[in-house]
Each structure stands twice: as C-alpha cells, then as structure tokens.
C-alpha cells in the first residue's frame, strides 16, 4: 500500500519544469507533499484534501486526482532551490487512526 | 513558534550499547512521531503517538527499541543493545493531529561501531 512515486530520479537546468507523480493503488484520503534537501529533515510544502484539489506556493502546485488515486506535483521554472528529494504521503481512510504513508522519493537536481 | 527540539544532534555508540534520543514537539501538538531514515531511503515510521497513547507501532523493534510519551508531551526513543543496521538518523515530528502537516526536528545521526 505504499505509494508508487514516479520518476526516481529527475536533472533539470535552472528554469525548466518538472512533474512529479504520486500514485496508490487503493483509495486515498489525502495527499501530503514534503521536500528534504541534503543533510537536512524534510519540510511540508502542502497538503491536499480532496478530490480535483490543486494548491500552490510560488511556482510549486499540486494536484489531486481522486478517481485515479493519484497526485502529481508540479515544479514551473524551477529554481536552484527546489534541488532535493521530494516525498508523497497518502493517508487511505478517513478514521481516526490517519497513517501516512510515505512513498521512496523523487531526487531533483537543478543545475545552472 | 518554536519548532521541534531533538538531542543529541549526533552521537556514536559501539554495538551492543544502548542510547536514548529525546524529542520535544511544538507546543499543542497532540501527535508525535519517531522516524528512522537509512541514508538513501525515505522515513520509516517506528512509532506514532496520539497524546500519551500509542495509535501505530507496528515497524518498531520492540525487541530493542522502546518508546514514551510523558504526559504526552516529551518524548524518548531508546535502543538497546543497539546493532550495527541501527545506523540512521532518527526523525522526531509531531502534528496538530493524525492528517496535518508534519513539522521536523533536526534529528540524531547514530553511528554504530
């Protein structure tokens, strides 16, 4: 039931875009979005919580598709500082006891 | 606010000698987690707290490692005897609740030798 996260590995040059995804083979609650750069603890960049969801800071959004139990995220123009390893989250049911599950990771380097 | 404590930032132990991790969690979370992350890997859930009580530790070790939550509050992560595949660094999180954003420490480097 962990998520599936495509691709593994991604280089880009500064300012190109690039879209990650997140998929689960059951029924997602929610989705969560995390970055950890080298060395350092992962940090939230959002969450989302229903179905046809996007939500975005700067140039980094995120869309939910809840039919196909997928999530992908999306990096526009990126930037030197998006290089790290991005994590997607999926929380399956709605009760009270909410695991997050995490998927192994996309690596993204941008370079000048 | 003041963002999730965690010490000793690194500590290095030989094999068969045990450590404790400690994890202050920002002030009104209720959940806190511990995470074990193997360079290369992504976080692994060791055990997930709801106040004072114990919603998952279903990855835990419970042969070795052994966790609470005071007043469910503070946290303590112990191993022991501690093994060489112990080598990680140890992630505490904590949440408003079970499906909010998760905010880190900086975590403990273990090295076994």
């Known amino acids: 039931q962990q998520p599936v996260q495509s691709p593994q590995a991604v280089i880009l040059r500064e300012g190109e875009d690039a879209v990650i995804n997140c998929s689960s083979s059951k029924a997602l609650y929610s989705v969560h979005w995390y970055r950890q750069k080298h060395g350092e603890a992962p940090v939230f960049l959002m969450i989302?919580?229903?179905g046809g969801e996007q939500k975005g800071h700067d140039k980094i959004s995120a869309s939910f598709n809840e039919k196909k139990q997928q999530s992908s995220l999306y990096l526009t123009a990126s930037q030197l500082s998006y290089s790290g390893t991005y994590f997607c989250?999926?929380?399956?049911?709605?009760?009270?006891?909410?695991?997050?599950?995490w998927g192994l990771g996309t690596s993204l380097a941008v370079n000048p | 606010e003041a963002g999730v404590a965690q010490s000793p930032r690194y500590k290095i132990i030989e094999k068969r000698q045990s450590v404790a991790f400690w994890c202050n969690p920002i002030?009104?979370?209720?959940?806190l987690y511990w995470y074990q992350q193997i360079l290369g890997q992504g976080p692994k859930l060791l055990i997930q707290f709801q106040n004072n009580g114990v919603v998952d530790d279903s990855q835990l070790p419970k042969d070795r490692f052994s966790a609470e939550r005071l007043k469910g509050v503070d946290s303590t992560l112990k191993i022991q005897p501690a093994k060489l595949e112990d080598s990680a660094v140890y992630l505490c999180?904590?949440?408003?609740?079970?499906?909010?954003?998760?905010?880190f420490g900086d975590g403990t480097r273990l090295s076994i030798l």
């Open positions: 002030s009104g979370h209720a959940t």
């Open positions: 989302l919580l229903k």
């Open positions: 999180a904590s949440s408003w609740g079970g499906n909010q954003p998760q905010h």
């Open positions: 989250g999926t929380v399956n049911n709605a009760g009270n006891n909410r695991k997050l599950i």
